[in-house]
């Protein structure tokens, strides 16, 4: 069980995260400080810097949060469940029970997402954290099909693919005319990546 401490760490960490978007989206990126995002999350911009090196970070961070719930997931589901679909409700766990997954979104809102995951600092940013919690995920995965996360090449292909695979499933959702829900695109694209890779332990 996760303690007290850590919970709170979680807490600021999602606190700045859920402030450095808000007012990025609010204000457009150029304009929001570190002092700013601080201020909205309560605490210090030395605060801040524990924690993210940057606004930028702070943003794309949820992208690693989200792939570190997912391995926690994976390594939680019935053993005896089928590897993809044990995968699919892992890489979904996160998106779940948030309104912007399940309707469409509104146009206001998809704007504002387009433009700010258009600037070039965030792409860049974005694909740093984009991976930097594969490993984890390889590790469940591994765990799941006795593989080797280190030595074996599947565990490592299924966590990239999966992780390009939602990724994709986010651009088309943002690019999509009418506007779509988020939570089903994500589905589909990993029930037809699972289709082409077969699971090693079977």
Do not use: C
């Amino acid at each position: 069980m996760t303690g007290l401490r850590e919970r709170k760490k979680q807490a600021t960490r999602d606190a700045l995260m859920t402030a450095a978007l808000q007012l990025a989206l609010e204000r457009g990126l150029d304009t929001v400080r570190v002092e700013d995002i601080a201020e909205a999350a309560g605490v210090s911009p030395r605060t801040f810097n524990n924690y993210f090196s940057s606004k930028y970070e702070a943003i794309a961070a949820r992208h690693t949060d989200r792939t570190r719930h997912s391995a926690q997931v994976l390594r939680d589901r019935p053993p005896g469940e089928p590897l993809w679909e044990a995968v699919t409700r892992a890489m979904l766990a996160p998106w779940e029970g948030a309104e912007q997954t399940t309707l469409p979104p509104g146009p206001e809102a998809r704007a504002a997402l387009r433009l700010l995951t258009s600037a070039p600092a965030m792409e860049g940013e974005s694909l740093r954290v984009l991976f930097s919690a594969d490993g984890e995920l390889a590790a469940a995965v591994a765990e799941r099909t006795g593989t080797d996360s280190e030595r074996d090449f599947y565990p490592q292909l299924v966590a990239t693919a999966v992780i390009v695979a939602t990724q994709a499933a986010v651009r088309h959702w943002l690019q999509a005319e009418p506007a779509v829900p988020l939570l089903p695109l994500i589905e589909e694209a990993l029930r037809q990546l699972g289709a082409g890779f077969p699971d090693p332990s079977i």
